[in-house]
């Protein structure tokens, strides 16, 4: 909460609040305002969103999948969403709807598809196959798509491969808020999803057995788990691009801090989940003023040394 | 003793086999009649100098002069096709420098290749020269030159004493959103080009050729003409309306207050060949409508 009013007040150039509020000043005029409400609130709002969103996502498949490094790219739901957007970027595609625009439509759609694929999975998944078969399913699916990927590069011209190369590094700067407001859409819809998960998950990551002696329906709750952490995934790549790290470092941080308890694990990685990423895009803006630095590169040089921290401490 | 002794072999033998590559180079180099260019810059170039004959091959990004239309293409910067290069049997092949791998074939196929690359609108005019020099039409090179950097100082003088607004050169974002705004930034022939048209570039003090903005950059800097160029596919008018509307929201920039964001279309304004001049009377039209003839 205190970054979300904080953060907005730092940033490249120095505004004065005074001026913001100022309503003596007609708002077309107002230069400080406009940075304020224009530039860097939706910004604040978008890091809040898809932190929280691939912090949850996260939480989630770690349980889900009884895999300490699974993470919201695991199952190839990012990777969908990113080749949704090289090929908009690419091949030029031109399509609005509600004010958004190409990329992000495409990405989403994107996500969606890979979310159809991992869902088909885990339909043919009978209980007794192991989670194993839905994380490597996952993995050759993210490997696929990435070769599609390369493809698409291929045959893009330079521009395009810049644009695409840019995309892929993430960018929180979305520039008004009409993006926010189509991603709101399929995230309430996985946050309903999430709050009914928080006591059954702990029963779903000590094992599916015991989940079921204790007479958890665990087929359904995994479906759920599943679709609800993907649509968050897409949603927040298809803002922001893939953000690289947040998914996976802020549960185990969490975990360390509140226990193995999902009813605070939950809660706590999305709020910790917002709050990183809204720091990281602080730093991201301003280390380098007025040049802007892609937002996943803090992310994933700040992740990168916590994250391996993490694994050696614990051994 | 045996061993020095072939060590010194195998030295006069490797100076031998250079110096006879330098000598097979520079005899085959000396007015090349065949001639590659797989950068859009030089082949205009060589069109412009009256070279336009001897050309046998383009880069796949090649559009103009129309008559590249009717040659082969060889791939671009990424993707050279080297075997097809080869098999044209050209006598000088044009080149990025920065193709380290296609020079490395063509030097071991005995090619001989010009590699290019520029940094500023300076280096135009001296490619022209240099590349006139190479080819044996230095005159015409060096008159082609002149005629470029005449128009340019006639569009110097026409806009010289004249308020000159700040302005930001964009060249390429997000469709349909002001996300990922690339701008010509602080050094490169755009940001010559805007200084010589007329304009003040609020970019002047980022020193890099181009400048990934955020909006909030945009807002700061305070534009007072915001020239946005697009190159590639035609858009229509349409289309041209909508994009120029995107920028409304940020209505506290003076060039948007003012109605002054212009898309412009024409890749004259991305490659740093002969037509830029026409770039320049293009802008300074832009910057200064009133003094526009």
Known sequence: ?315 | MKLRLFAALCVALLIGHVAGRAAQRSTSSAVPRRIVSLVPATTEMLFAMGAGNRVIGVGTYDRFPPEVDRLPRLGGLLDPNIEQLIALRPELVIVYDTQADLRRQLERAGIPMWPYSTRDLADVTSTVRALGTRIGLSAEANATADGIEARLKAVQARVAGQRRPRTLLVFGREPGTLREINASGGYGFLHDLLEIAGGTDVLADVKRASVTMSTEMVLARAPEVIVELHYGEEWPASRIAEETRVWSQLSSVPAVRNKRVVLVAGDEFVVPGPRVPVAAERLAAILHPEGAR
Not at chain 1, 210 to 226: K, P
Not at chain 1, 278 to 298: H, N
């Open chain 1, 1 to 315: 909460m205190t970054a979300c009013v904080l953060a907005p007040l730092v940033g490249g150039t120095s505004i004065s609040l005074a001026n913001v509020f100022d309503r003596t000043r007609p708002y077309a005029e107002n230069i400080d305002a406009q940075i304020f409400f224009v530039a860097r609130l939706p910004r604040v709002l978008a890091a809040a969103l898809v932190g929280s969103a691939l912090a949850l996502s996260g939480v989630v498949f770690q349980a889900l999948l009884r895999n300490p490094l699974a993470s919201p790219d695991t199952l190839g739901v990012s990777a969908g969403a990113s080749l949704g957007a090289m090929l908009a970027i690419t091949f030029n595609l031109d399509v609005s709807v509600f004010g958004l625009s190409a990329v992000p439509l495409a990405s989403f759609a994107g996500s969606l598809g890979a979310l159809a694929i991992v869902y088909g999975l885990s339909l043919v998944r009978r209980s007794g196959t192991s989670t194993m078969v839905l994380l490597l399913g996952g993995v050759t699916l993210t490997a696929l798509l990435s070769a599609v990927m390369g493809f698409v590069q291929f045959v893009a011209d330079f521009t395009q491969t810049f644009r695409n190369v840019r995309w892929m590094m993430g960018s929180l700067d979305v520039a008004s808020y009409s993006p926010i407001a189509g991603a709101l859409l399929p995230m309430a819809l996985a946050w309903t999803g999430f709050a009914t998960l928080p006591r059954v998950l702990d029963l779903v990551s000590v094992g599916s057995e015991s989940a079921a002696a204790r007479g958890v329906d665990v087929v359904r709750t995994e479906r759920i788990a599943l679709v609800s952490a993907s649509l968050a995934t897409g949603a927040a790549v298809s803002l922001a691009g893939p953000v690289a790290f947040i998914g996976i470092i802020v549960p185990h941080l969490v975990r360390l801090i509140v226990g193995a308890d999902h009813r605070l694990v939950l809660p706590g990685s999305a709020l910790f989940g917002a709050t990183l990423l809204i720091a990281c895009d602080v730093v991201a803006r301003t280390v380098m003023a007025p040049l802007e630095l892609p937002v996943g590169i803090v992310t994933a040089l700040v992740g990168g040394p916590v994250f391996l921290w993490l694994l050696f401490k614990r051994r």
